[in-house]
């Protein structure tokens, strides 16, 4: 049976002489992996359409064990990430964390929209499709999109810090995060904020400083893999 899915592509692979295996993050079902049947081939129509950050329409054939992908029609493929390393590299990040944190047969609209979101801003456009806000070209630096990624992806997979009104501090379940009153604002406005508002805002770099510390803790003791693109980030 053949369906349609609005998506991304998260990795692939070499499988064989001239395939691939794909895998993809969609709104409707999750991510799941797909094969892309002689996609190597020089002339393929699959070849292009099948790398990391393609977005856009996915016609795959379901089949009793396995999908295929028979034909994709993109809408962006964010070139821009490919003539810098390291935004490269911070983008392919981002893949793996949506990777990690989706699974087959979930819904993933907010997640696939955080991710497209994010790469976008990484292409220093800072303005994701249909946003509205005055400050959607605001340009942000790497390390604050990449921040204001992981703890909004944490948040939607029902991992959040808690405000206290008390302490008028952002807490989580092993102690209070001690930040100035400007960082707290941050962070209450990376977990509150529309998706297509969240990329269009910067901090001071004592802000940046914080967020930093407080986003990588929470991070860390919320996730238990290795993300293999970090290491070319180091």
């Not at 797909?34 to 002339?43: E, V, Y």
């Not at 089949?63 to 990430?81: A, C, H, K, Q, W």
């Amino acid at each position: 049976m053949k369906e349609r899915y609005v998506g991304i592509v998260l990795s692939s692979a070499t499988i064989g002489e001239y395939d691939k295996r794909v895998v993809l993050l969609t709104k409707e079902n999750g991510r799941f992996s797909a094969f892309a049947r002689g996609a190597r081939r020089p002339k393929s129509p699959l070849s292009a359409v099948t790398e990391p950050f393609c977005f856009g329409e996915f016609y795959v054939f379901r089949g009793r064990d396995s999908y295929t992908i028979e034909e994709v029609r993109v809408e962006n493929f964010f070139p821009e990430l490919r003539t810098d390393l390291d935004r490269l590299y911070m983008g392919l990040y981002f893949c793996e964390v949506a990777d990690y944190f989706t699974r087959e047969g979930m819904s993933a609209r907010s997640e696939l929209e955080l991710l497209y979101r994010a790469l976008d801003a990484l292409t220093e456009t800072g303005a994701g499709p249909g946003s509205d806000s005055d400050n959607s070209n605001i340009l942000i630096p790497p390390e604050l999109i990449r921040r204001v990624y992981e703890l909004r992806m944490l948040a939607i997979s029902g991992y959040a810090p808690h405000y206290s009104e008390e302490e008028k501090c952002w807490r989580d379940d092993i102690g209070m995060w001690k930040l100035s009153e400007t960082a707290a604002y941050a962070v209450g406005q990376i977990l509150t904020r529309p998706l297509r508002e969240l990329f269009t805002f910067k901090t001071s770099d004592a802000v940046l400083g914080e967020l930093n510390t407080c986003v990588e803790r929470f991070f860390r003791k919320n996730t238990d893999k290795h993300f293999r693109s970090l290491d070319a980030l180091a």
